[in-house]
């Protein structure tokens, strides 16, 4: 089977979602992420980089995708569930309580690579829309 390099994959990615006719092509690239850590790692960068975030600024990709999620038709994140995660103005991470209220449960320490959260440097983007 045809493979495709790194460099072909971050060149082209986002010339996708493309037409019927290049779905065989377009394979490749699914396949390719699904095989690829430095290509998935790289989509996730652009994410952030797309909500106008620095990826360097997180202490892991996935928190960084995480922190910058902004849902359009959800501003609030105690409004959506598609918001794992919130980071609030005080600075604290939490996982958000749909009890009708704005409540979460406050995490110390980032759940997909452990980081302790307090050390993070603070930043600016928060779950809200550009
Ligand atoms: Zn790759
Ligand atoms: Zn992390
Ligand atoms: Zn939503």
Redesign the pocket.
Known sequence: MKKI??GQ??ANRFKFPISKEDAEEYKLYIE??G??????D?DIAQKIIERGANPNDFCCLIMGEKVTFSCDQHPDPWDCVDYTLVRTEKGNYGIPIRDGGSSYIRISFCPWCGTNLKKVKPIKVLNKKK
């Open positions: 390099s790194c994959y971050q390719h992420a095989n690829c850590k430095t290509c998935v790289w």
